[in-house]
């Protein structure tokens, strides 16, 4: 029965408290997060307040209720506790840029993973309405084994839709608009269903962008995604847009030739040749980006980032995805080991698709890997001037595996010039001030809820410490390492 199962999970120092409690066989069942314990003599690392040496947390009802100084211990030890001493308490971590639609077969087993590598909390950005409404409704029945999903529904898309189930590659993620009418029914439902937000995507045209924009600001919903092909930078943040995932078209807004740039992509979006959504948006990839970044003017680029800056513009940038396929970071033998977390037959997949690469030398100049490296330092440049950055990284697609590959992103955030408390800021306070919770999470702070990582490192010295995992907290539930580990679905 649950209770058993829940209690094992607390340290040495309270098997009696264990042992009572198996024998209260008949009592009613106690969910996890209504439990209460101290966590004694710990650092806790706040993202705003930074770290501070040797306190007392109490947990009760899945909340954080008391900090005190460990020398106030006296009350601590009149109930259960767990040592804390040589560990560090972050929020518990937030991957903002996560696909539950995209595999079939990762997501029964994405929950287990999130929570595994210390993400309490995700943001699904993009995947059928009805779906990621089952994923978001079965993790609040489940608060203490699953992260808090907050979800946009589908990539609200013009015509052709790039995410159309036309391939693995192009699954289901969107809905496909091919007017302004159509904008304000598909836009109307996806309100009435309660999502946390929205995500603009690449095809739309600049009427729909528009129509979308006026009815998001109309019921106060913040609207993040890619800069549609028909429009640039500067119009599509005027018009209110809240954030940017990938930087996406960004370079294409700040060349030199901006002007013949969008001139060309509005002919070619004319699609005369049918092509699918997916194909006719990789073709102006292909035909603009590479370009642009080779004649990038210094004037537009400041522009634009003191626009991003002036209006907030929450910016995503998933630096993993790129550089994961840049440097074929899932070939190492490290990587490859990892394999062993997801699901047997997935990860068989995995391996198929990705081995045939060990034999294909690694090109520092192909198209990904210079882009990876331009994306790296306009980070930095856009985080030098003020513009908000939240960690997100796309998993699963990519070869990214769900919660591991977020500790990938905040290491590389910290190589584009983040210090190693601002990352931690992008995987807690930044996205709940995204999403209007961060007066109840991303902090270690008493009212927060109890949605923690112990860490065995600190990680305002090395961001990898955020990699050594003592535990897990979520809504109050404590779970080991072995315990986590333990819940994968293999
Ligand atoms: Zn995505």
Not at 25 to 40: D, G, L, N, R
Not at 240 to 265: D, F, P, Q
Not at 268 to 281: F, M, T, V, Y
Not at 289 to 301: K, P
Request: a negative charge; charged letters at 20%.
């Amino acid at each position: 029965m649950i209770i058993s199962i829940q209690w094992l999970k607390i340290p040495s120092s309270v098997h009696i408290a264990i042992i009572c409690t198996l024998l209260l066989t008949c009592q009613p069942v106690m969910t996890s997060s209504e439990e209460t314990y101290w966590i004694t003599n710990v650092t806790i690392v706040d993202p705003i307040e930074g770290a501070q040496p040797s306190k007392n947390v109490l947990i009760k009802q899945g909340r954080i209720i008391e900090i005190t100084n460990y020398e106030e211990a006296d009350k601590v030890f009149s109930m259960r506790s767990i040592d804390g001493e040589g560990l560090y308490l972050i929020p518990g971590l937030w991957d903002a840029h996560v696909h539950y639609a995209f595999d079939d077969n990762m997501r029964p087993a994405m929950n287990a993973l999130f929570l595994a590598h210390g993400v309490t909390s995700v943001r699904d950005t993009g995947g059928p309405l009805g779906l990621v409404t089952e994923v978001r409704n079965r993790a609040l029945e489940q608060p203490t084994k699953a992260p808090n999903v907050y979800i946009a529904g589908p990539l609200i898309d013009g015509t052709p839709n790039v995410y159309n189930d036309s391939s693995p590659s192009y699954p289901l993620l969107s809905v496909e608009n091919n007017s302004p009418t159509s904008i304000q029914s598909n836009t109307q439902l996806l309100i009435d269903n309660q999502v946390d937000f929205l995500k603009a995507y690449e095809m739309l045209s600049e009427a729909q962008y528009l129509e979308l924009m006026r009815l998001a600001s109309e019921e106060g919903l913040l609207v993040t995604g890619h800069i549609p092909l028909s429009m640039d930078l500067f119009s599509a943040v005027e018009a209110g847009l809240n954030g940017m995932e990938h930087l996406r078209n960004i370079e294409m807004s700040i060349a030199t030739n901006s002007r013949e740039l969008l001139k060309e992509r509005l002919s070619i979006l004319e699609n005369p040749d049918s092509l699918s959504g997916a194909e006719l948006r990789s073709s102006l990839h292909a035909k603009q980006r590479m370009n642009a970044i080779q004649m990038i003017d210094s004037t537009l680029l400041s522009q634009a980032a003191e626009l991003l800056a002036q209006n907030s513009v929450w910016q995503t940038p998933t630096l993993a995805l790129y550089t994961n396929f840049a440097t074929r970071e899932f070939l190492q033998e490290g990587q490859m080991s990892q394999l062993i977390k997801l699901p047997t037959k997935l990860a068989e997949q995995w391996r198929a698709a990705i081995e045939p690469m060990l034999s294909i030398a690694i090109d520092s100049n192909a198209d990904i890997a210079v882009y990876s490296r331009w994306m790296k330092k306009m980070v930095q440049y856009l985080h030098t001037n003020n513009v908000p950055f939240m960690a997100g990284t796309d998993t699963p697609i990519g070869y990214l595996i769900p919660g591991q590959s977020l500790h990938k992103e905040l290491e590389l955030l910290v190589e584009s010039g983040f210090s190693n408390e601002q990352a931690l800021q992008t995987a807690t306070i930044n996205p709940a001030t995204f999403l209007g919770v961060e007066g109840e999470k991303g902090r270690v702070k008493v009212g927060y809820h109890a949605d923690l990582v112990l860490l065995k490192g600190n990680p305002l010295q090395n961001i990898s410490f955020t990699q050594q995992i003592h535990a897990v907290i979520k809504e109050g539930a404590f779970w080991s390492i072995s315990e986590l580990d333990s819940m994968l679905v293999r």
